[in-house]
């Protein structure tokens, strides 16, 4: 049973540019759960995708954006890219029936903006 | 008020020691209360969690002791190996807008020295 996947592992942007991460969940998971985490911090919640759809936010701006596909994999998009959104970046699957909604972590994406 | 307060930020400890790492909450509406242990260059893992109705649980050498009046939980690992070397994170979880929103603390990076 393959757990969470994301890709790519590291990648390298410039200020500026865009970046879209990948990620599959956890078999049998139906919902997706995208994180920042900085260097030395705990993770911080991005957005959540339920039915192909964002059902909850964090404070992050329109720059950051997601999209879910029918097979529940899911995307995140960062626009415009600033120095401050290098960070590892997290995709957390979890399935909607279960109690509190036990997250599962993929082992992240390093992005790096020079 | 849905911070979740996270200390120590680094511990050491001999092997075969206790580690102990604390957290605090101000939101009442936190119902489930996971740690997660995260290895260098992977995600988080869930390690254990507890319902606020039980005082204590057990698994292995990890144990979770909780407070509900105090509004304080701690992660208690005996007899630590230098295998446990890690950063673990407590979290929180509530129900909001029908699905349930995690709040991490800041983290507690551990080593355990041989």
């Known amino acids: 049973d393959a757990g969470v996947t994301q890709s790519p592992t590291h990648l390298i942007k410039t200020r500026g540019q865009q970046v879209t991460l990948r990620c599959s969940p956890k078999s049998g998971h139906d919902t997706v759960s995208w994180y920042q985490q900085a260097l030395g911090q705990g993770p911080q919640f991005i957005f959540q995708y339920y039915e192909e759809e964002e059902r909850q936010r964090g404070n992050f701006p329109d720059r950051f954006s997601g999209h879910q596909f029918p097979n529940y994999s899911s995307e995140l998009n960062v626009n415009a890219l600033l120095l401050g959104d290098s960070a590892l970046y997290l995709c957390a699957s979890s399935f909607k029936g279960l109690a509190n909604e036990k997250l599962f972590f993929g082992s992240g994406t390093q992005l790096s903006v020079l | 008020q849905q911070q979740v307060k996270q200390s120590p930020q680094s511990l050491i400890v001999q092997k075969g020691g206790i580690s102990i790492i604390n957290c605090a909450y101000e939101?009442?509406?936190?119902?489930?209360f996971p740690w997660y242990q995260q290895f260098p260059g992977k995600g988080p893992a869930l390690l254990i969690a507890i319902r606020p109705d039980v005082s204590e649980k057990k698994e292995g050498r990890f144990t979770i002791s909780f407070n509900k009046s105090a509004k304080q939980f701690s992660l208690h690992i005996m007899d630590s190996q230098p295998g446990d070397s890690a950063t673990y994170f407590c979290a929180a979880t509530f129900l909001t807008s029908g699905t349930y929103k995690y709040i991490f603390g800041t983290g507690t990076r551990l080593k355990v020295l041989a």
């Open positions: 939101n009442t509406a936190f119902d489930y």
